[in-house]
């Protein structure tokens, strides 16, 4: 009996206890991706919410996003405008315009097209509505609008007395530094243009003969394609292209553009041509000594745009004027009441409008007139070609008339 229960219990943990562990391995050690796709399909099986729901919050998000940037995204557009902007050398009667008495009229009606003002549009709003909450705020507590315990939001004027001084030396110092940049760059400039008008002219008188006349004429193309192709490296949104095909050759032209820097491919043309001419050994270290000017404009250009006013300091000029300006209303409200109001918008539109002419002149290359430059010096250079010959046939008309009326002794040929 005993022989015969014992294998009776053996069969029956055989068939029943496996199939249990069987379907729990099963369900435990089910692999992500199966998991996965159930979950996607009982998701998929249960009833999706309502779409009234999706479409009344995003849309909404969306609006309300969208209309507190329309006012940025526009006074951006409008100041990126205004630095594409060509600008134009002065004549005199760019500067007899410049200092007539009737400029101030003139700038004070022009003031809602200057995209220095409407770059500060954003700014100055926020700030003269924040005024206009607080002064809404103070008069409604003043009335008993508000329960008690809501106070007066109202402050001594003794810190902005004292950090006065220290907010101007701060908008001083910063547009000081922006206007030494823009100085920099105008005098990189100058001695990029003179540079190019020096080449130019001792190229037109050193080189003679008729074995070279195709590489000097190619050479003064190339001096006068340096200044342009500077100008589109240092400004952006520039057709480097089309400014220079009319200067260029196609093939020349495929070569520029496939480069990475285009001024320093320019001197390589400059310096190969250079190399072709037949001269003498000195006039060509002469010839080549006038490139150096050339690499420290863009030595100078590039230091310009690639390392601006510290950012630290830039950023403690914004939060300065951030913070003094917010808290502006609660310090004037005890002696101006309603009145914080345009003092707000006055003082805002002030100091702002300083902060960003120095921001504007810290990048210097948009406020030259570099289009004007570089046609100067075409104008220049196709000047100086087209009178070269009817200037060396005069002088050589002189000195043959003088040596006919001069005896081989010195004396007058009507003396004799």
Same mark, same amino acid.
């Given at each position: 009996?005993a022989q015969? %229960?014992?294998?009776?219990k053996?069969?029956l943990?055989?068939? =029943?206890?496996?199939?249990?562990?069987?379907?729990?391995?099963?369900?435990?050690?089910?692999?992500?991706?199966?998991? %996965?796709? *159930?979950?996607?399909?009982?998701?998929?099986?249960?009833s999706?919410?309502?779409?009234? &729901?999706?479409?009344t919050?995003n849309?909404?998000n969306?609006?309300?996003?969208?209309?507190?940037r329309?006012?940025p995204?526009?006074a951006?557009?409008?100041q990126e405008r205004?630095?594409?902007?060509n600008?134009?050398?002065?004549?005199?009667?760019?500067?007899?315009h410049?200092r007539?008495s009737?400029?101030h009229?003139?700038?004070? #009606?022009?003031?809602?097209?200057?995209?220095?003002?409407?770059s500060?549009?954003?700014?100055v709003?926020?700030f003269?509505s924040?005024?206009?909450?607080?002064?809404?705020?103070?008069?409604a507590?003043?009335?008993?609008?508000?329960p008690?315990?809501?106070?007066?939001?109202?402050s001594?004027?003794?810190?902005y007395?004292l950090t006065?001084?220290?907010l101007?030396?701060l908008?001083?110092?910063?547009?000081e530094?922006?206007?030494s940049?823009?100085e920099?760059?105008r005098?990189?400039w100058?001695?990029?243009?003179a540079?190019a008008?020096?080449? %130019?002219?001792?190229?037109?008188?050193?080189?003679?003969?008729s074995? &070279?006349?195709?590489?000097?004429? +190619?050479l003064?193309r190339y001096i006068?394609a340096?200044?342009? %192709?500077?100008?589109c490296?240092?400004?952006y949104?520039?057709?480097?292209?089309?400014d220079?095909?009319?200067?260029? !050759?196609?093939d &020349?032209?495929?070569v520029?553009?496939?480069?990475k820097?285009?001024? *320093? *491919?320019i001197i390589?043309?400059i310096s190969?041509s250079?190399?072709?001419?037949k001269?003498?050994?000195s006039?060509?270290?002469?010839?080549?000594s006038k490139?150096?000017?050339?690499?420290?404009? =863009?030595?100078?250009c590039?230091? +310009?745009?690639?390392?601006?006013?510290p950012?630290?300091?830039?950023?403690?000029?914004?939060?300065f004027l951030?913070?003094?300006?917010?808290?502006l209303p609660?310090?004037l409200?005890d002696d101006c009441?309603?009145?914080?109001?345009?003092?707000?918008f =006055?003082?805002a539109a002030?100091l702002?409008?300083?902060e !960003?002419v120095?921001?504007? =002149?810290? !990048?210097?290359f948009?406020? #030259?007139? +570099? &289009?004007? +430059? *570089?046609?100067?010096?075409?104008n220049?250079i196709?000047?100086?070609i087209?009178?070269?010959?009817a200037v060396?046939?005069r002088?050589?008309?002189?000195r043959?008339k003088?040596?006919c009326?001069?005896?081989p002794?010195?004396?007058?040929?009507?003396?004799?």
């Amino acid at each position: 009996m005993a022989q015969s %229960a014992k294998p009776t219990k053996l069969s029956l943990s055989s068939i =029943i206890t496996p199939k249990p562990l069987l379907k729990f391995h099963q369900i435990r050690f089910l692999p992500t991706k199966s998991r %996965a796709l *159930c979950f996607r399909t009982l998701s998929s099986l249960s009833s999706p919410p309502p779409a009234s &729901d999706q479409n009344t919050t995003n849309p909404q998000n969306l609006t309300l996003i969208s209309l507190l940037r329309s006012i940025p995204d526009w006074a951006d557009r409008n100041q990126e405008r205004g630095m594409r902007r060509n600008r134009s050398l002065y004549n005199h009667e760019n500067w007899v315009h410049h200092r007539s008495s009737l400029r101030h009229v003139r700038h004070l #009606l022009s003031s809602l097209s200057s995209r220095v003002i409407l770059s500060l549009v954003p700014p100055v709003l926020v700030f003269t509505s924040v005024a206009v909450i607080i002064a809404g705020y103070n008069t409604a507590v003043e009335l008993e609008l508000l329960p008690e315990f809501f106070p007066v939001l109202r402050s001594s004027s003794l810190p902005y007395q004292l950090t006065a001084p220290a907010l101007a030396l701060l908008l001083v110092f910063r547009t000081e530094a922006s206007y030494s940049r823009f100085e920099e760059g105008r005098k990189a400039w100058t001695k990029v243009i003179a540079g190019a008008n020096d080449f %130019a002219r001792q190229v037109i008188a050193g080189v003679e003969g008729s074995g &070279d006349e195709l590489i000097k004429n +190619l050479l003064l193309r190339y001096i006068m394609a340096f200044p342009v %192709a500077l100008k589109c490296h240092v400004m952006y949104g520039s057709d480097i292209g089309r400014d220079l095909q009319h200067l260029l !050759e196609l093939d &020349d032209l495929e070569v520029v553009l496939s480069s990475k820097h285009r001024p *320093c *491919c320019i001197i390589q043309f400059i310096s190969q041509s250079l190399q072709l001419l037949k001269l003498e050994e000195s006039k060509k270290n002469i010839l080549e000594s006038k490139i150096s000017c050339f690499y420290e404009g =863009i030595g100078v250009c590039e230091q +310009l745009m690639g390392t601006p006013i510290p950012l630290s300091y830039t950023r403690l000029t914004s939060r300065f004027l951030v913070l003094w300006h917010l808290t502006l209303p609660i310090i004037l409200w005890d002696d101006c009441h309603w009145i914080v109001v345009p003092a707000t918008f =006055i003082s805002a539109a002030s100091l702002f409008c300083i902060e !960003e002419v120095g921001v504007l =002149i810290e !990048e210097p290359f948009p406020m #030259l007139a +570099l &289009d004007e +430059l *570089c046609n100067l010096v075409q104008n220049n250079i196709k000047e100086a070609i087209a009178t070269e010959k009817a200037v060396r046939a005069r002088l050589n008309a002189k000195r043959k008339k003088h040596s006919c009326e001069h005896l081989p002794n010195g004396h007058p040929a009507n003396s004799v």
